[in-house]
């Protein structure tokens, strides 16, 4: 009894999609259907083409800045030259002289 | 296969004339499934034109041209599918809800100038899109396809890269509700369906 109710159901369901598909016919297309295509392909394509250039510029000058930056690291800079050049001793003689002993003078404690 | 496969292998090669000639091949079959997959006729070629305008832009993915009807018909599923989802968000407005023919053939209906013929097709469509309406977009496309255009499971494993089996359960899933929305409607063309008959 069941099964029979849903077998009419099922026949119904079939014959109302066979229907819908008889309800919407393939419209014809407009005459403007195949310029809209290429008007909407070159619209893509300008679009895509202004980005890529965006983006190759952007990469170029993160490019030219990473090598600009390598270059001031690499170079030497003559500042920071005796800092790197110079050895502990060398600049600890250099700032200790004979003339001025490295150890405490007592009679300046005093002061 | 309604071209050559030189064709689609010029086209995918850049060949614009041999694109126009896909399209020209094309146009009429893709229309009328979106027709059906999307029920709202003013919107029909704008949607062809999307899946056209797609089908260019990923020709060169295409592996072989033996494959190039799926392929069309995935483009024109997702489009589709794309359109639908954009849809519901809009549906807010009951009145915006209504297409441009609806809206001429309910006035027109109104003034009793429409022959039966004309009335009884709009009759189905509506029934047919409530009933839809129970199920999920992507079952809706589902349904639509291989009940409506007729696509063969193997055609549809095709289309969605899924196994047959799990396609059959999810036709019959999506066909329970929609037989479900039927029944709750009077299983009569016409009868007011359930918008939603839970998924």
């Known amino acids: 009894m069941d099964s029979n109710r849903q077998d009419g159901e099922n026949a119904a369901l079939d014959a109302l999609f066979r229907a819908y598909r008889e309800a919407c016919p393939a419209p014809d297309a407009s005459a403007n259907f195949m310029p809209a295509i290429w008007q909407r392909i070159e619209e ?3 679009s895509q083409f202004f980005l890529g250039r965006w983006a190759r510029a952007l990469v170029t000058a993160a490019a030219v800045l990473s090598l600009g930056m390598a270059a001031y690291l690499y170079i030497p800079h003559p500042r920071n030259a005796n800092v790197n050049v110079e050895s502990y001793v060398e600049t600890s003689a250099a700032s200790h002289t004979l003339d001025a002993p490295d150890f405490a003078d007592p009679s300046l404690d005093e002061l | 296969m309604l071209v ?9 090669g850049g060949d614009s004339a041999a694109f126009n000639d896909l399209v020209l091949a094309y146009r009429k079959r893709t229309l009328g499934t979106i027709a059906r997959l999307i ?5 029909v070629e704008d949607v062809a034109q999307e899946v056209f305008l797609r089908l260019y832009f990923s020709l060169d993915q295409l592996r072989t041209a033996e494959v190039f009807e ?5 483009l024109t599923v997702n489009a589709a599918y794309d359109y639908l989802r954009k849809q519901r968000r809009r549906r807010e407005s009951r009145m915006s809800d209504l297409s441009e023919q609806q809206v001429v053939l309910a006035d027109a209906l109104a003034g009793g100038r429409v022959d039966h013929d004309v009335r009884q097709r709009q009759q189905v ?6 009933l839809l309406g129970a199920v999920s977009e992507a079952d809706r496309l589902l349904l639509t396809l291989k009940e409506v255009e007729g696509l063969s499971l193997k055609e549809l ?5 899924v196994k047959e089996n799990a396609l059959k359960v999810r036709l019959f899933r999506a066909r329970q509700r929609v037989l479900k929305a039927l029944a709750a409607s009077g299983g009569q063309p016409g009868g007011s369906a359930p918008a939603k008959a839970g998924r």
Do not use: C, G
């Open chain 2, 39 to 43: 029920s709202r006729p003013e919107d």
């Open chain 2, 70 to 74: 799926p392929w069309l018909y995935r």
């Open chain 1, 44 to 46: 893509r394509q300008r």
């Open chain 2, 157 to 161: 494993e095709k289309i969605y890269r």
């Open chain 2, 125 to 130: 469509r509506e029934t047919v899109d409530e």
């Open chain 2, 4 to 12: 050559d496969f030189a064709i689609i292998q010029r086209a995918q």
